[in-house]
C-alpha cells in the first residue's frame, strides 16, 4: 500500500492504531506512508516519480533511496525522509511495465 497523505506511516509507541498497523492486519504486504505533515506539492512530484522508477522495475528500497537523493541533490528537498516503508525493501514489479 502507498498511502501517500500526512501522517500515513507513522508509528510511536504512544499510537498503536493507524494506516500501518491497520493495512498489515488486514494482509498488505507492506505499507509506504509518510511520518509527518507532508506538503501537497511535494507529495504530488514524489508519487509521480516513485511510481515511475517503481513500475520500471527499480526495487523499492533502491527507488526511495535513489528519489531522496534525487530531490536532496537536485532541489535541496530533503522531504524526502519523510516516508517510511514497512516492507521488504527488496519487492519489485516484474515484468517491469514499459515506459510511457
Given at each position: 500500500?502507498?498511502?501517500?497523505?500526512?501522517?500515513?506511516?507513522?508509528?510511536?509507541?504512544?499510537?498503536?492504531?493507524?494506516?500501518?498497523?491497520?493495512?498489515?492486519?488486514?494482509?498488505?504486504?507492506?505499507?509506504?506512508?509518510?511520518?509527518?505533515?507532508?506538503?501537497?506539492?511535494?507529495?504530488s512530484?514524489?508519487?509521480?516519480?516513485?511510481?515511475?522508477?517503481?513500475?520500471?522495475?527499480?526495487?523499492?528500497?533502491?527507488?526511495?533511496?535513489?528519489?531522496?537523493?534525487?530531490?536532496?541533490?537536485?532541489?535541496?528537498n530533503?522531504?524526502?525522509?519523510?516516508?517510511?516503508?514497512?516492507?521488504?525493501?527488496?519487492?519489485?514489479?516484474?515484468?517491469?511495465l514499459?515506459?510511457?
Open positions: 500500500m502507498f498511502i501517500n497523505a500526512c501522517e500515513s506511516g507513522e508509528l510511536t509507541p504512544l499510537f498503536y492504531g493507524g494506516f500501518v498497523s491497520y493495512f498489515l492486519a488486514k494482509g498488505a504486504r507492506g505499507v509506504i506512508g509518510t511520518e509527518c505533515k507532508t506538503p501537497a506539492l511535494f507529495a512530484e514524489w508519487a509521480k516519480a516513485f511510481f515511475d522508477e517503481l513500475f520500471a522495475g527499480t526495487p523499492l528500497g533502491e527507488t526511495v533511496l535513489t528519489l531522496r537523493r534525487r530531490f536532496l541533490a537536485d532541489h535541496a530533503p522531504l524526502g525522509l519523510l516516508y517510511g516503508v514497512h516492507c521488504d525493501v527488496d519487492t519489485v514489479v516484474s515484468p517491469a514499459p515506459a510511457r
